[in-house]
């Protein structure tokens, strides 16, 4: 039952990390976004799967 468990959030875990630091690291480069930055970081950070994908839509913008 355990490697069950560990086969299934593993790879949601590597997913959750991988989308929070390139949405930090976009976050960081972009000149302007819509809202504080200190905001979006806060949000990518707490907000586990869902901050970076909610940045990914709402927070960029095209410059």
């Given at each position: 039952m355990d490697e069950l468990n560990f086969?299934?959030?593993a790879p949601l875990a590597f997913i959750n990390i991988v989308?929070?630091?390139l949405a930090l690291v976009d976050l960081f480069k972009r000149p302007s976004v819509n809202g504080p930055k200190w905001v979006w970081a806060l949000i990518i950070i707490f907000i586990n799967l869902i901050g970076p994908i909610l940045?990914?839509?709402f927070g960029r913008r095209d410059t």
């Open positions: 086969a299934i959030i989308l929070a630091v940045y990914f839509v």
